[in-house]
Each structure stands twice: as C-alpha cells, then as structure tokens.
C-alpha cells in the first residue's frame, strides 16, 4: 500500500460506536410526538447519510414537512446534550490513533453528522489525536458525504493533497466518498455494517480489528489481503 501523509476517518461505525445513543435520541422524539419507536436494528440501517436522512427513515412515511422539521432539531438538540451517555470508541481505537500520530500521520474525521457534534465527540474522546474535525455542513455550501466536498476541505485543513490522503469507513456511503474523491478506501467490519455487506458494496480492502488495520497502515505486514477472502 502507497504511504499516506494523512489518514481520514468516518466517526459513527468506525471510531465510536454511538448507537445507543442516536437510538435513544431518536426514540425520545418520536415519543414525544406520539410515533412509533425504532429498534435499534432498524437506526442502525438508517445511519450514514446524516441527521436529516436518520430522521426521515424514523418518521412516518407521509410525515409533514412543519412536523419533520421540528422532529430534526428536537433530536439533534437532544442528541447534542446526550451523545455521550453510553457512546464509547471501539476497543483498541485510543491506541491506534496515539500510534498513528506518533508516526507522523495527520489525522482527521469526516461525517454526516452535524458539525458541533462531530467537533465535540472528537475533543471528548479523542483529545490531541485529530487534527481536523468535519461533520455536516450543507447550509455553507459543502455537500454531504457521498460527495467529496468534506473529504477535499478535510485534506485542505491538514495541509495535504488528496492524493496523499486514504479513507476508512464502515459503510457504503464511505466507500462511495472514497470514490467520488478519488481515494483508496478501508473498509472496517466492526461497525454498523457486516463484512458480507461491504464486499457487495464494493470493498476491495476490509480490516476486522484496529490492530489489523494498525499493521496494514503502519507497514508491519506484508499483504493481508488473504484475510478478506475471510
């Protein structure tokens, strides 16, 4: 594998597991308003594309515009105030990151999720590891994941061309933001998508343990490309 200047992450799936906590949040609207509840199986396949999409899969189908607006910013300002409850990195994340870093990468995070809450996750979790934190930002113009607007504005606050820069996701829609900005992408299994469900989607390289991916980054295994025929 081409040695990388800077590393860019997806959050939710592939650093943190948050689902709990996006499941309480959104769980706590749609009480509120008298909907029925979600599973936690069912928010698990609604996330990746950002709050708004989280959202409208959640709601009623036929749901009013009036409604689902106010239903969004109830949620992310409730999530806001409790995205940290049960929310925790994936085991050997810390450690990846500390080792990243200390090698001479530049890291940052790109997600769907609304700005303030990505930055806050990042500063909470992660302290002195990420370099550049990004979450959604539509309303100044910068498209969502899977277009390569945050992925170009991420590499460009870490001082590095985009060619310089590899992705690594959990889902589909990381693989397709790799795509659409014409990086190498990682996929990992440990997040909110199986294995089975990414090579479908298209993975070409999938890692299934932050030491995994540790070794393949850092250069300390020679090809582990047998392992994802696994």
């Not at 590095?160 to 795509?179: F, H, M, N, P, W």
Request: proline share 3%; charged share 30%.
């Amino acid at each position: 594998m081409k040695k990388q200047q800077a590393i860019l992450f997806d959050l939710d799936g592939t650093l943190l597991n948050t689902l709990d906590d996006l499941t309480s949040s959104v769980n706590v609207t749609l009480q509120a308003h008298g909907f029925p509840l979600r599973r936690k199986e069912e928010i698990r396949k609604f996330l990746g594309n950002g709050s708004e999409f989280l959202m409208r899969s959640a709601l009623p189908e036929g749901t009013k515009e009036t409604v689902f607006a106010a239903c969004l910013a109830e949620y992310q300002a409730y999530y806001k105030a409790h995205m940290a409850d049960k929310t925790a990195p994936y085991e050997g994340i810390l450690p990846l990151l500390k080792r990243l870093k200390e090698s001479g990468l530049r890291l940052g995070v790109v997600s769907n999720k609304f700005d303030t809450a990505v930055k806050g996750l990042c500063e909470r979790y992660f302290p002195g590891c990420i370099d550049a934190a990004a979450g959604e930002r539509e309303a100044e113009g910068i498209r969502r994941k899977p277009a390569p607007d945050m992925v170009f504005t991420a590499a460009e606050r870490l001082g590095v061309k985009r060619e310089d820069c590899l992705y690594i996701g959990d889902s589909e829609v990381d693989l397709q933001t790799a795509k659409n900005a014409g990086m190498d992408c990682i996929s990992v299994c440990w997040g909110f998508r199986d294995a089975e469900f990414l090579k479908q989607a298209g993975a070409t390289q999938l890692v299934h343990t932050p030491k995994e991916l540790e070794k393949l980054l850092l250069g300390e295994s020679d090809n582990l490309e047998h392992k994802n025929k696994r």
